[in-house]
């Protein structure tokens, strides 16, 4: 049968805006995972045992299970207790709180890498050990970890095709949706594939903008 | 000394590590205006005394007094955080390695605490800033970050952040300890200056020409004791304790090497 490109523009602004989707669902699922993460490595590190001990448990549930049973869970489960919440919101809880504990372990380990003597200066200078964490150590913990913190954000985005499940009609499905149309699989995702490509690199890009910003604050 | 009340009053302090005793019953008082310098080898227990008074290293036994206020009270938890925060306010200190928050400006490291906690506005932090900063001589580095500065330079900025919080005792950790040999002068002056604005301090250090020439009194620890104290122009011209003697023999003769 071979293969006909000529197809595409028929269908492209379908693709596109599925592209548009990924993106939304990757920001706001990032940016959950960002401040989700700070969160989590806080409450692990710090909080008192009665507040921890649920805390791992949640982030042994999110690590230890497929994330693709996570968003069935969020979207189909928890309607049975009577949280309906639609399917671009569940995919940004699902995506969102399994990276955040992934950001949280490399969190955790930067907050305790920060050198004592910047705690004990704040401490000294009369902040609380909150104010301490909050102005002191967790803003360098976390700029010592942006890296890894964008390699996870990639695979969240590469991840974010999980959510065509419940469907969300982001990239990888509204690509289906094409070849459901034309049958023609082939051309179609390589179109996504493309365009997976094109939002990893305007991702990397963001994330290099970020760390020379801070790199001069090392 | 008249019979003026003590502004730092350190009594009987004891602290252990387990079974090591790092110090055994040292009771020091040290006047409005005074400057102290504490000089004895490492492991002495001096910088560990240093940092009981602003309670960064609790002591096991005894009570630290700061004017009327004793530093180290019995507190429940929550209520000793409020009062150690708001006493740790009137204690400016200095580390041997400087400890400026590499995430934040020069600008940034001197208000952030008094903009936290005194609830200054931005203006009035900036001219505190810039005020401080020109006391130490670093005021064309204000929007520098600390990578950006040499040692020497950073120390004068932490001074001046300690500075900024308007302590009524300064404490210096071996402030210049870190420091290259050439770099040490500028960190001196600046302490020197800070002793003739008759700054209550107590300074941790090996630097015995500065302890000599700024300090009214110099006490010479040894294995968590105080073996001897006196005025510079005695415990360096003419120490009476064994233990003293052999100390500055050694140091002076590491000095010169």
Redesign the interface.
């Known amino acids: 049968m071979g293969l006909d490109f000529s197809v595409i523009p028929k269908y492209l602004d379908v693709v596109m805006l599925g592209a548009l989707w990924t993106i939304a669902i990757t920001v706001a699922a990032a940016l959950l995972s960002f401040f989700g993460g700070i969160f989590l490595a806080v409450v692990a590190l710090y909080a008192p045992a009665i507040i921890r001990l649920p805390f791992r448990l949640f982030a042994w549930l999110f690590m230890g299970t497929p994330l693709l049973l996570q968003l069935f869970l969020i979207y189909f489960g928890l309607v049975q207790i009577g949280i309906d919440l639609p399917a671009f919101v569940a995919g940004v809880i699902g995506l969102g709180l399994h990276f955040a504990v992934y950001n949280s372990e490399l969190i955790q380990t930067s907050i305790l890498a920060v050198?004592k003597?910047?705690m004990?200066?704040?401490?000294?200078?009369?902040?609380?050990?909150g104010?301490a964490l909050r102005?002191?150590v967790v803003?360098?913990a976390v700029?010592d970890v942006i890296p890894p913190i964008g390699n996870n954000m990639i695979a969240l985005l590469k991840d974010s095709a999980l959510v065509s499940v419940i469907g969300v009609s982001e990239l990888t499905l509204s690509a289906q949706l094409a070849i459901g149309r034309t049958y023609r699989p082939f051309e179609f995702y390589v179109l996504a594939a493309v365009f997976y490509y094109i939002i990893n690199l305007g991702m990397e890009a963001v994330l290099r903008r970020i760390e020379r910003k801070?790199q001069?604050?090392? | 000394m008249t019979e003026q009340k003590p502004f730092v009053d350190i009594r009987h302090a004891q602290k252990s590590y387990g079974a090591l005793e790092v110090l055994k019953d040292i009771s020091l008082q040290v006047h409005r205006g005074e400057i102290v310098a504490i000089i004895g080898p490492s492991g002495s227990g001096k910088s560990t005394l240093l940092r009981a008074i602003n309670d960064l290293d609790p002591l096991s036994g005894g009570e630290v007094w700061l004017e009327d206020t004793q530093v180290n009270k019995t507190l429940p938890h929550r209520q000793y955080e409020k009062h150690i925060n708001q006493v740790r306010q009137n204690i400016g200190m200095v580390f041997q390695h400087f400890n400026l928050f590499h995430h934040l400006t020069v600008r940034e490291n001197i208000t952030l605490a008094p903009k936290l906690l005194k609830g200054i506005s931005d203006e009035e932090a900036n001219k505190l800033a810039e005020e401080q900063l020109n006391k130490v001589g670093m005021i064309e580095r204000i929007d520098y970050y600390p990578s950006q500065l040499s040692g020497g330079q950073k120390q004068r900025v932490a001074i001046a952040r300690a500075l900024a919080m308007k302590p009524k005792v300064m404490l210096f950790d071996e402030a210049t300890s870190a420091l290259d040999p050439e770099l040490v002068e500028e960190v001196n002056q600046v302490m020197k200056a800070l002793a003739e604005e008759h700054m209550t301090m107590i300074i941790v250090t090996h630097e015995m020409g500065f302890a000599e020439s700024v300090c009214d009194r110099v006490l010479f620890m040894d294995q968590g004791v105080v073996v001897e104290e006196g005025p510079p122009e005695v415990m360096f011209r003419n120490p009476q304790n064994e233990r003293t003697k052999n100390f500055l023999r050694k140091h002076l003769a590491d000095a010169n090497k």
């Open positions: 050198d003597g910047q004990e200066a704040a401490r000294t200078l009369g902040l609380s050990r104010q102005k002191v803003p360098q700029r801070v001069a604050a090392r």
